[in-house]
């Protein structure tokens, strides 16, 4: 390796360690120390299509929305093959009620990751806020297909069948949602029935086990966990 050479792949890595640095900025929500970050590596790179998408980010947390728009926008014009820059860019559209030029980016994005579940969700629902209910539902679960274990997509699926009148898919979607969420808050209690009703009986009968197992003797578990075992009694306990 040559010196320019070298130069070059010292600067690449100096770059790339700065794009992170701002990244993990962003998700700490250190919005500030971001926009420095992004401010001189734009300055010294005013056409890196990732700094332009993570500049738009940060002006979008900090409320400045037509900025945020216009530096996404250019980011996906530095960057028209990559996925992540149309998420992106998608995602803030919708934020901001630009729905029609939300369809496009989440369109492209699809036409460039197809095998993307999280953009056939976005789609989904944002084509059911306009009201195109079949092409939204053919996008939710096109998502399942590819990811049959997203919450989301069941929820958001769920409540586009209630809208239907569509009741009992409607449970279904929302049920397995429920046992798919990682969600402190969903009660063993909720969850065991959820799994009940969409009849994966052994999976309930778990949820109790593992309930009793770390509360022995707690009468919830326990009556619950008789009835899936076909030993309900005539009546609850007291407890």
């Known amino acids: 390796m040559n010196g320019t050479e070298k ?13 992170k640095m701002a990244v993990e900025s962003l998700q700490e929500g250190q919005i500030d120390r971001a926009e420095y970050i992004l401010s001189e590596i734009l300055k010294a790179f ?16 900090q409320g400045k929305e037509d900025e945020a728009l216009a530096l ?10 990559a996925p992540g820059v149309f998420m992106n860019y998608g995602n803030v559209l919708v934020e901001t009620a630009h729905f029609d030029d939300a369809i496009d980016a989440y369109t ?8 993307s579940a999280a953009g056939w969700n976005n789609m989904g629902v944002l084509l059911r806020s306009k009201r195109r209910f079949d092409l939204a539902e053919e ?18 699926l769920g409540n586009l069948l209630l809208a ?9 979607c929302g049920l397995r949602a429920l046992t798919l969420l990682d969600d402190p808050n969903v009660g063993r209690k909720l ?15 778990e949820v109790y086990k593992d309930w009793l197992a ?26």
């Open 46 to 61: 005013p056409d890196n299509a990732s700094a332009a998408e993570f500049m738009g980010i940060t002006r979008y947390r």
């Open 191 to 205: 969850l065991g029935l959820a799994y009940g009703m969409l009849g994966e009986t052994e999976k309930a009968i």
């Open 108 to 115: 492209r994005l699809l036409q460039l990751a197809p095998e």
């Open 72 to 81: 996404l926008k250019r980011a996906t014009t530095l960057a028209p093959d």
């Open 139 to 156: 996008a939710l679960r096109k998502a399942l297909e590819l990811n049959p274990d997203d919450a989301a997509a069941h929820h958001n």
């Open 7 to 19: 130069e070059a792949d010292d600067q690449r890595v100096t770059l790339d360690g700065a794009l």
């Open 164 to 172: 239907a009148g569509r009741i009992e898919e409607s449970v279904k």
């Open 214 to 239: 770390e509360e022995p003797g707690n009468a919830t578990a326990e009556h619950h966990l008789a009835a899936l075992q076909g030993k309900t009694p005539e009546r609850a306990s007291d407890a």
